[in-house]
């Protein structure tokens, strides 16, 4: 049963995805605002 435990939730790792794939689409619409891309 203790096994279990050193898994994480799926949901803890889809709002951390979420959280990178927004950080990184703001980073990249940063870019383009400023004609980088």
Do not use: G, Q, W, Y
Request: aromatic share 2%.
């Amino acid at each position: 049963m203790r096994e279990r435990t050193r898994f994480i939730p799926v949901a803890d790792i889809d709002s951390c995805l979420d959280r990178e794939t927004r950080r990184l689409r703001h980073e990249l619409r940063d870019a383009k605002d400023m004609n980088l891309l």
